[in-house]
C-alpha cells in the first residue's frame, strides 16, 4: 500500500525518475494525465466541488521501454459549474386568504368567482370570504391562468390558506411545466393502473385477494352511519319550508345583541322633535347645495351636527368604563347603523366634528355605498364612540335601540309623521319625529341622557343656534 500511496501521488505531481528507480530499480517515464471537464457558464451559474474517493483511474504510463496502463486508486477533487435556469415569467403562485383584521381568525369561502381554466389579472377578486364582520375578497397575486381551485364553497378558512393555483402562463415556461407535470401525473396513474390488472387478471387461482377487498369494503358503511347520528336531532322539514344556514355575520350581529343586553344595564328615554325648520331649510338649500357640492342635503347631516352638540356638552354620554376605569374621548366618532342585504353594518365617520354639512354628507354617501355593495374594510367599522341608528327609513314610529358595545349608548330615528301640535296656543299640523337614546345606566344617569336629547332636539328644531354656538 505505501508503494501505490507513492506512485499515485507521483503520477499526478509529475514523477521523479530518479525517485522512482530507487523503489523499483528501474527508470519511469510518467506522463500526468489531465482531466478535462465540460464547464457550463451562463449569466447565473454556480460551482460545485465534487470529491471522488477510491474510484480506479488508467494512466498511461512508461516502465522503462515497454509501454503500459496502470491503473491507479486516487482522490481528486473536480469543479463543476452548473447552470441555474430559471424564469421570472414561469412558475406557480398561490393565491391565500389574506389578513382579514385583528379580531377575525377565520372565516368561510362564501363564493368562488373564477374557476380553472379562467384568465385573471393581478389583483383581481378570484372568491369572497365571508366573516362576521365584513366580506373580504381573495385577490390574485400576480396576472395568469388558473390551475386548480383548492378549497370550495362553505369551508371554513384562515389567513394564508390555499384557494387556488395561478400559472404564470407565458410562452415556453408554460409549456415546460406542462412537460414537467405530465410525467408527475402520469406516475401515479401507472401506479394506479398496475394494481388494477393484477387483481382482474387472477380471478381464479388468487381467491384469497378477493376477502381481503371484501373485508375493506365492510369499514365504509360505518361513516354513514356516524354521519347519520348528527341529523336526528334536527326536525324533518315541514311542507313549504326550508333550511338555510345562518351567515357569519348574522351570528356576529346576534351574538354582539346578546351580550350587549347581558353586561349593559340598558335603560331608553324618548323625545319628540318639530322637524319643519330643518324641512325648510333643507328644500329651500337643497338645488344650491347639490350644484355646489354634487351630493343632496340629507337630513342625517342635521341630526349629527345636533349629536356632536350634545355630544360635547355632555361628555359622559361619549364616554367608555373600562374595567374600573372610565375612558372619555375629546374626539367623535359616529357610527352609523346600515343595513345591507347580508346584515346590519356600522361604518364610522372620523373625527366628525371637524366636518361642516357637505363633508358629512359626502361621507355618508361613499360608506353606504361600499357597506352595500359589501365591500366595506374592517377598519372603516371600527372605534366609534357613538352610534345613530336611522329606523324612519323603513318607515319605524318607535323603538329601542341596542348599544353597539363597547360604546355607551345609541341615538334612535325614526319616521316623520304629521301631528296637531300645539303652537302658540293653536293646534297646528307640525311634522314631528320621536328620537330615542338607549344607553347604559353604570356610566350615564337620567339627567345626562334627558339633557342629551333635549340638546339635539334644540338644534334640530333651529339649526341657526349652530351658527351661534348657543
Same mark, same amino acid.
Given at each position: 500500500?505505501?508503494?501505490?500511496?507513492?506512485?499515485?501521488?507521483?503520477?499526478?505531481?509529475?514523477?521523479?525518475?530518479?525517485?522512482?528507480?530507487?523503489?523499483?530499480?528501474?527508470?519511469?517515464?510518467?506522463?500526468?494525465?489531465?482531466?478535462?471537464?465540460?464547464?457550463?457558464?451562463?449569466?447565473?451559474?454556480?460551482?460545485?466541488?465534487?470529491?471522488?474517493?477510491?474510484?480506479?483511474?488508467?494512466?498511461?504510463?512508461?516502465?522503462?521501454?515497454?509501454?503500459?496502463?496502470?491503473?491507479?486508486?486516487?482522490?481528486?477533487?473536480?469543479?463543476?459549474?452548473?447552470?441555474?435556469?430559471?424564469?421570472?415569467?414561469?412558475?406557480?403562485?398561490?393565491?391565500?386568504?389574506?389578513?382579514?383584521?385583528?379580531?377575525?381568525?377565520?372565516?368561510?369561502?362564501?363564493?368562488?368567482?373564477?374557476?380553472? +381554466?379562467?384568465?385573471?389579472?393581478?389583483?383581481?377578486?378570484?372568491?369572497?370570504?365571508?366573516?362576521?364582520?365584513?366580506?373580504?375578497?381573495?385577490?390574485?397575486?400576480?396576472?395568469?391562468?388558473?390551475?386548480?381551485?383548492?378549497?370550495?364553497?362553505?369551508?371554513?378558512?384562515?389567513?394564508?390558506?390555499?384557494?387556488?393555483?395561478?400559472?404564470?402562463?407565458?410562452?415556453?415556461?408554460?409549456?415546460?411545466?406542462?412537460?414537467?407535470?405530465?410525467?408527475?401525473?402520469?406516475?401515479?396513474?401507472?401506479?394506479?393502473?398496475?394494481?388494477?390488472?393484477?387483481?382482474?387478471?387472477?380471478?381464479?387461482?388468487?381467491?384469497?385477494?378477493?376477502?381481503?377487498?371484501?373485508?375493506?369494503?365492510?369499514?365504509?358503511?360505518?361513516?354513514?352511519?356516524?354521519?347519520?347520528?348528527?341529523?336526528?336531532?334536527?326536525?324533518?322539514?315541514?311542507?313549504?319550508?326550508?333550511?338555510?344556514?345562518?351567515?357569519?355575520?348574522?351570528?356576529?350581529?346576534?351574538?354582539?345583541?346578546?351580550?350587549?343586553?347581558?353586561?349593559?344595564? !340598558? !335603560?331608553?328615554?324618548?323625545?319628540?322633535?318639530?322637524?319643519?325648520?330643518?324641512?325648510?331649510?333643507?328644500?329651500?338649500? *337643497?338645488?344650491?347645495?347639490?350644484? *355646489?357640492?354634487?351630493?343632496?342635503?340629507? !337630513?342625517?347631516?342635521?341630526?349629527?351636527?345636533?349629536?356632536?352638540?350634545?355630544?360635547?356638552?355632555?361628555?359622559?354620554?361619549?364616554?367608555?368604563?373600562?374595567?374600573?376605569?372610565?375612558?372619555?374621548?375629546?374626539?367623535?366618532?359616529?357610527?352609523?347603523?346600515?343595513?345591507?342585504?347580508?346584515?346590519?353594518?356600522?361604518?364610522?365617520?372620523?373625527?366628525?366634528?371637524?366636518?361642516?354639512?357637505?363633508?358629512?354628507?359626502?361621507?355618508?354617501?361613499?360608506?353606504?355605498?361600499?357597506?352595500?355593495?359589501?365591500?366595506?374594510?374592517?377598519?372603516?367599522?371600527?372605534?366609534?364612540?357613538?352610534?345613530?341608528?336611522? +329606523?324612519?327609513?323603513?318607515?319605524?314610529?318607535?323603538?329601542?335601540?341596542?348599544?353597539?358595545?363597547?360604546?355607551?349608548?345609541?341615538?334612535?330615528?325614526?319616521?316623520?309623521?304629521?301631528?296637531?301640535?300645539?303652537?302658540?296656543?293653536?293646534?297646528?299640523?307640525?311634522?314631528?319625529?320621536?328620537?330615542?337614546?338607549?344607553?347604559?345606566?353604570?356610566?350615564?344617569?337620567?339627567?345626562?341622557?334627558?339633557?342629551?336629547?333635549?340638546?339635539?332636539?334644540?338644534?334640530?328644531?333651529?339649526?341657526?343656534?349652530?351658527?351661534?354656538?348657543?
Amino acid at each position: 500500500m505505501a508503494i501505490w500511496s507513492v506512485v499515485r501521488r507521483k503520477v499526478f505531481n509529475g514523477c521523479n525518475s530518479s525517485y522512482s528507480s530507487s523503489i523499483i530499480g528501474k527508470s519511469w517515464k510518467c506522463k500526468s494525465s489531465t482531466a478535462s471537464h465540460t464547464r457550463y457558464y451562463g449569466a447565473l451559474s454556480k460551482e460545485t466541488s465534487v470529491f471522488v474517493r477510491g474510484s480506479p483511474v488508467s494512466l498511461p504510463c512508461y516502465l522503462g521501454t515497454t509501454p503500459c496502463r496502470m491503473t491507479v486508486p486516487y482522490n481528486h477533487t473536480f469543479n463543476t459549474s452548473i447552470r441555474l435556469f430559471s424564469s421570472d415569467e414561469g412558475g406557480s403562485v398561490d393565491a391565500v386568504v389574506p389578513y382579514m383584521g385583528e379580531s377575525i381568525s377565520d372565516g368561510t369561502l362564501a363564493t368562488i368567482l373564477k374557476k380553472p +381554466g379562467d384568465r385573471v389579472e393581478a389583483d383581481e377578486p378570484i372568491a369572497q370570504i365571508e366573516t362576521d364582520k365584513v366580506t373580504i375578497d381573495v385577490s390574485s397575486p400576480t396576472a395568469g391562468i388558473i390551475e386548480k381551485i383548492v378549497a370550495k364553497e362553505g369551508d371554513t378558512v384562515e389567513p394564508g390558506f390555499k384557494i387556488a393555483v395561478i400559472s404564470k402562463s407565458s410562452g415556453a415556461a408554460t409549456q415546460v411545466e406542462d412537460s414537467e407535470k405530465k410525467p408527475e401525473e402520469t406516475k401515479p396513474e401507472k401506479k394506479e393502473e398496475k394494481p388494477k390488472p393484477v387483481a382482474e387478471s387472477p380471478p381464479s387461482p388468487k381467491v384469497e385477494t378477493s376477502p381481503p377487498k371484501e373485508k375493506s369494503r365492510a369499514p365504509p358503511p360505518p361513516p354513514p352511519a356516524s354521519g347519520a347520528s348528527p341529523r336526528e336531532p334536527q326536525l324533518p322539514p315541514k311542507d313549504r319550508e326550508r333550511r338555510v344556514p345562518m351567515t357569519r355575520l348574522r351570528k356576529r350581529v346576534a351574538t354582539r345583541l346578546k351580550d350587549s343586553q347581558n353586561t349593559f344595564a !340598558l !335603560l331608553t328615554t324618548f323625545n319628540e322633535v318639530d322637524m319643519t325648520n330643518l324641512m325648510k331649510l333643507r328644500s329651500e338649500y *337643497k338645488d344650491a347645495f347639490l350644484e *355646489k357640492h354634487g351630493v343632496k342635503l340629507g !337630513l342625517m347631516s342635521g341630526f349629527i351636527k345636533g349629536a356632536i352638540s350634545a355630544l360635547q356638552n355632555q361628555p359622559v354620554v361619549n364616554a367608555v368604563i373600562d374595567g374600573e376605569d372610565i375612558i372619555y374621548r375629546d374626539y367623535v366618532d359616529i357610527s352609523i347603523a346600515v343595513g345591507t342585504p347580508k346584515g346590519l353594518v356600522v361604518p364610522v365617520l372620523r373625527n366628525v366634528e371637524q366636518m361642516n354639512f357637505a363633508e358629512i354628507e359626502k361621507e355618508i354617501n361613499r360608506l353606504a355605498k361600499k357597506a352595500t355593495a359589501g365591500t366595506i374594510s374592517i377598519d372603516e367599522m371600527a372605534g366609534g364612540t357613538f352610534t345613530i341608528s336611522n +329606523g324612519g327609513v323603513y318607515g319605524s314610529l318607535l323603538s329601542t335601540p341596542i348599544i353597539n358595545p363597547p360604546q355607551s349608548a345609541i341615538l334612535g330615528m325614526h319616521s316623520i309623521l304629521n301631528r296637531p301640535m300645539v303652537v302658540g296656543g293653536e293646534v297646528m299640523s307640525r311634522p314631528m319625529m320621536y328620537i330615542a337614546l338607549t344607553y347604559d345606566h353604570r356610566l350615564i344617569d337620567g339627567r345626562e341622557a334627558v339633557l342629551f336629547l333635549r340638546r339635539i332636539k334644540d338644534v334640530v328644531e333651529d339649526p341657526r343656534r349652530l351658527l351661534l354656538d348657543i
